[in-house]
């Protein structure tokens, strides 16, 4: 996710002059300062000084170690930091960089590291409303940013959109497949299947309510409808409805705190 938002940053045309990077594997922190050209350094303390905005782009095990050396920085500094790290609530944020700092999330997906994500961000009281145009401004280079009213609701934009390219991957994986035992070559299948999932993802971006689009694919006595039917009488609702209530308490269970 660093990789991607600093990709989309620069592709929004962001100075690079004013991207910095705090990477602690010499391989990674090489391959950001040459697929990029912005500084990057061992230090995370250089990294985030003078800094108005601190990005925490770790795995959620490792958030606590990172900012803990930084306290005293972000104190002085008084940045406004944005997680990405999956499931590190807003208390503990705030308990390892100390009171006052300006802390918020946000849970962008996999896409955007084509700029074409879909995040989902919160943020608290004690961030300012300038300081929320920033961050908008920073998220935009994943993509499209939807704000939520309580940080409760970040763990549903994980089970829906977070975890949601894995659905779509599987529904079109098992298409091929069926495409495949139904007599097509496998590849061509994959590539059927591939196509139309691409496509389809870009009619329901154009905006169309997506009942609709369906409704204009499903000809009534038609194959569409054949297909359909057979989804709706496995409870095909009931099962995405029990998928994402399992994956948003998942992500309750697995929520970092202090």
């Known amino acids: 996710m660093g990789r991607a938002l600093i990709g989309g940053l620069l592709r929004a045309d962001w100075p690079a002059s004013q991207l910095r990077v705090g990477e602690s594997q010499a391989a990674a922190r090489a391959a950001v300062a040459g697929d990029f050209g912005i500084s990057a350094t061992e230090d995370n303390r250089a990294a985030v000084a003078g800094a108005a905005i601190v990005v925490l782009a770790v795995k959620p095990q490792d958030a606590a170690a990172v900012l803990k050396p930084l306290a005293s920085v972000i104190a002085t500094d008084r940045p406004l930091l944005i997680s990405v790290a999956a499931g590190v609530r807003i208390a503990a944020l705030e308990a390892w960089c100390g009171a006052g700092v300006a802390a918020m999330r946000a849970m962008p997906n996999g896409p955007a590291r084509l700029g074409a994500g879909a995040s989902g961000a919160y943020a608290p009281p004690s961030v300012g409303g300038e300081q929320r145009a920033a ?5 935009q280079a994943f993509g499209e940013v939807f704000w939520v009213p309580s940080e409760e609701l970040l763990d549903v934009v994980t089970a829906l959109s977070g975890s949601g390219p894995a659905y779509f991957f599987l529904l ?9 035992e139904l007599g097509l070559e496998s590849a061509v299948a994959r590539r059927l299947a591939a196509a139309t999932l691409y496509g389809s993802g870009l009619l329901a971006r154009s905006g169309a309510d997506l009942a609709r689009l369906r409704h204009e694919v499903t000809s009534t006595g038609g194959t569409t409808e054949a297909a359909v039917r ?3 009488a496995a409870d095909l609702r009931g099962m995405v409805r029990a998928a994402l209530a399992a994956a948003t308490q ?9």
Do not use: Q
């Open 135 to 139: 961050a908008e401004r920073v998220l």
């Open 172 to 180: 079109a994986e098992l298409m091929a497949e069926a495409g495949a």
């Open 250 to 258: 998942r992500g309750r269970e697995l929520a970092v705190r202090p």
């Open 230 to 232: 057979v989804l709706e």
